[in-house]
């Protein structure tokens, strides 16, 4: 039996478009970006480190100066530090605070999934990828981290959607030129790593021209120009305080980020990792590539073209990283949709049973061995030593929950009628078992409360009361400043003080964070206060 397709795919109409779609997915992701467990704090890279810059933008009022302990950094630009260091201003420094710029870019790119889906495919479709997209677990994870790419793929989206209005609405230059100021506030946030994201539009903006004239729009090149001007002003006020060390640091280790692999991480990283991070929407959205070719739908240059060159282009480049391919997120959302709509139709028509069938008892095979392994770790095991188990017990079990939904709709309801009125019901299904893990991960604490210790270290005696009341120094010898334990103690010490590499330069009974192995070289009536991991905290006579 030939797959089918709707002969007209129903458009948005212009001017009356519904708000009950919007309400619904910012209830179905909100529900997951408020939930969090009563301790947090943070991953030390790149979170942290971004995080602390920005406490140190607030701290000293400098918004130009990229640095660390005092020396100037300055290897990335500085979008996202402004963004976290806004949200201290509004509401004081804190892990929740600094992750606040990422969680509403994350709701925003939820929304403009849908919207740009309802331009290039049909509702149906755009809500089903949109509400995938907020049930994907890496997209998750990233959402309530202090990095780049979560607000760097909604400006993209952003950018995408404005194209798209471009086409369809009067005043075309003024969209056109939302469209070019994404790629400079882009450009911001992650430098020259926006620019795949142009080259993926390609097959978009060059073999669909004749029909939407983007190119001859010159609101896209004004937009451009003054999209870049924080990025020029930002990186002239730096040449004119450091030097060339700014532009050198920054290009210089992209080009090194391009041309050494430096993680190791191998050409077909990306065709395991996002699989196994995004499961199980890359398996549908697979599929999905073949049906989106095969359907009526317009604009394929964009919603296929645009993640194929992107996963290309990525793939090519030499570092290869869990994050860049969030980027690919929202796209590979609505293909896996379009392959779970198309399923649905099958379940409500009663056509393709077997595949239905197989797939229905796959998921909920799935689901029951979760649901096992999950209650089974509950009884804690003496031959399963893993710290904190009931959390992960919890999480398996929720999943296996949610995916046992769609074999009981399929086995409950048989008639046509039936199957009509629950195919919502079978599809949403599948996307109970990632959302209810999501929702679990939260509560738990497996997301957001990363180095606990660190946190829990630095706010209780002994050492809470020294270094809320005094300046902690840092003695910078055989240990790097930018490692992940020195990252942690940094943002969890409330006043720092200098870094030196010559304890003697420090006033007398100065405290000081030290690393373990130069303990040495301090004189025998230094105090110790206590260690947290490899570093010693230390008042000097």
């Given amino acids: 039996m030939p797959l089918s397709f709707s002969a ?39 979170e942290g480190w971004y995080a602390q810059q920005a406490r140190w933008i607030v701290e000293t009022g400098d918004w130009v100066t990229q640095q660390w302990w005092g020396a100037p950094v300055h290897d990335r630009m500085m979008g996202i530090q402004w963004l976290i260091a806004a949200s201290y201003k509004l509401f004081g420094v804190s892990e929740w605070a600094a992750r606040l710029p990422g969680a509403i870019a994350c709701w925003g790119a939820v929304m403009l999934t849908y919207t740009i889906g309802l331009h290039c495919l049909t509702p149906s479709i755009a809500l089903w990828g949109a509400a995938i997209l907020a049930a994907t677990p890496i997209w998750m994870q990233a959402a309530q981290l202090a990095i780049q790419d979560v607000p760097l793929t909604a400006l993209e989206l ?38 795949p994201v142009v080259m993926a539009l390609g097959p978009y903006l060059v073999l669909e021209h004749r029909r939407h004239r983007h190119l001859l729009n010159p609101g896209i090149y004004l937009g451009l120009i003054l999209g870049m001007v924080p990025a020029i002003a930002w990186l ?85 990283t869990w994050y860049y391919p969030l980027q690919l997120l929202p796209f590979l959302a609505l293909l896996a949709a379009l392959t779970l709509t198309t399923l649905a139709s099958f379940y409500r028509r009663g056509q393709r049973r077997r595949l239905v069938a197989g797939l229905s008892v796959t998921l909920a095979g799935l689901g029951v061995v979760m649901v096992v392994a999950g209650v089974v770790a509950l ?104 490692i992940e334990d020195t990252v942690l103690i940094t943002f969890y010490t409330p006043q720092t003080g200098r870094a030196t590499g010559d304890w003697q330069t420090l006033p007398p009974g100065s405290y000081v964070w030290i690393a373990v192995p130069d303990l040495e070289v301090l004189p025998v009536e230094a105090i110790s206060l206590g260690r947290v991991r490899d570093w010693e905290l230390v008042q000097l006579p």
């Fill in 8 to 46: 007209s795919p129903q458009r948005l109409s212009s001017g009356k478009s519904s708000l009950a779609p919007y309400l619904g997915l910012s209830l179905w992701v909100g529900i997951l970006l408020l939930l969090r467990s009563p301790v947090q704090s943070l991953m030390p890279h790149d």
């Fill in 158 to 195: 952003l950018g995408i959607w404005a194209l798209l209005q471009a086409e369809t609405r009067p005043q075309r230059r003024g969209w056109g030129f939302l469209a070019g100021c994404t790629v400079g506030l882009g450009f911001m946030l992650k430098s020259i790593m926006v620019i």
């Fill in 236 to 320: 002239a006020l730096s040449v004119q305080r450091f030097g060339m060390l700014p532009i050198e640091r920054t290009f210089g280790l992209l080009l090194n980020l391009a041309q050494e692999d430096f993680h190791n991480a191998g050409p077909l990283y990306y065709f395991w990792n996002i699989p196994l991070n995004a499961f199980p929407w890359p398996l549908l959205a697979v599929p999905g590539l073949w049906l989106g070719w095969q359907s009526p739908y317009r604009r394929k240059a964009l919603w296929l073209g645009y993640p194929l060159v992107l996963f290309t282009l990525l793939t090519l480049f030499r570092t290869r």
């Fill in 379 to 482: 009884l804690g095991p003496q031959w399963i030593a893993v710290e904190g188990l009931w959390r992960y017990a919890l999480v398996a079990i929720a999943a296996g929950l949610g995916w046992l939904v769609p074999l009981g709709v399929y086995w409950r309801y048989r008639s046509w009628l039936q199957r009509t009125e629950t195919a919502p019901l079978w599809q949403g299904g599948w996307l109970l078992g990632p959302w209810a893990a999501i929702a679990l991960l939260y509560v738990t604490g497996l997301w957001g409360n990363y180095n606990p210790d660190v946190k829990l270290a630095l706010s209780t005696p002994p050492l809470q009361a020294v270094v809320a009341d005094n300046p902690v120094h840092i003695l910078d010898r055989s240990v790097s400043l930018g």
